[in-house]
Every structure is written in structure tokens, then in C-alpha cells.
């Protein structure tokens, strides 16, 4: 059974950081990412990456803010968020493909597995 488990959300002041982590069992993937969503808007993309970590991807929003690392030994993906701004607040979510290819890392429906969802609430 598949699961994905993420951890680390809270609530952190305007220009903090916080590290998200997602820990998965059940297999191994091509690619891991992470998406966000708020109420009432889409789920988006936020960071990919694959497998070997030898290519990473990111949203404009949060390119020089955010870094997406993963450990292959743990089955663990990392999202180091720093420079946070309000619009930053959102639910979490870790993903995880059977398949990804640098081309379609930021395309939600790439994703077989998902998480729970973690909240991040920035303060300003």
C-alpha cells in the first residue's frame, strides 16, 4: 500500500522559512513534487523533482525562495521554503509519479499518489 506522509507545516511570520517533508512507503518513484491549494482556487504546482534529483523544477511565485531536495535512502522528498509571503499560505500536498519526464513535472494529473495535505500559514 502507497502512502505518502507529509510533515512540517505551521505557521510562520513573513520572511521566515519552514521545511516540508514527505516520507513514502510502499514504492519508489520517478518523480516527487509538491503542490499547493487555497480555498476556492485550483490545486497548483510548486516543485518537482526526479528521481536522481538531476532535474528540478519550480513555479515562478517561488523560484529563489523555494528548493526541492530528496533522499532516495529514506524515500523522503524536502521542500525548504524560505523567504515566505503571505501568499504563501496554503495546504501542502506531497505527489508522487509512477512516470515523470522533465517535460511534464509540473502537470498535476502526472501524479498517481498524493498525500494528506499539510497547512502553511504565513503571518504578516
Known amino acids: 500500500q502507497v502512502q505518502l506522509v507529509e510533515s512540517g507545516g505551521g505557521l510562520v511570520q513573513a520572511g521566515g522559512s519552514l521545511r516540508l517533508s514527505c516520507a513514502a512507503s510502499?514504492?519508489?518513484?520517478?518523480?516527487m513534487g509538491w503542490f499547493r491549494q487555497v480555498p476556492g482556487k485550483e490545486r497548483e504546482f510548486v516543485a518537482a523533482?526526479?528521481?536522481?534529483?538531476?532535474?528540478?523544477s519550480y513555479d515562478d511565485s517561488v523560484k529563489g525562495r523555494f528548493t526541492i531536495s530528496r533522499d532516495n535512502a529514506k524515500n523522503t522528498v524536502y521542500l525548504q521554503m524560505s523567504s515566505l509571503k503571505d501568499e504563501d499560505t496554503a495546504v501542502y500536498y506531497c505527489?508522487?509519479?509512477?512516470?515523470?519526464?522533465?517535460?511534464?513535472?509540473?502537470?498535476?494529473?502526472?501524479?498517481?499518489?498524493w498525500g494528506q495535505g499539510t497547512q502553511v500559514t504565513v503571518s504578516s
Open positions: 523533482i526526479t528521481r536522481n534529483g538531476g532535474s528540478t
Open positions: 505527489a508522487a509519479a509512477a512516470f515523470l519526464t522533465t517535460s511534464t513535472m509540473s502537470l498535476r494529473g502526472m501524479y498517481n499518489y
Open positions: 510502499g514504492r519508489t518513484f520517478s518523480g
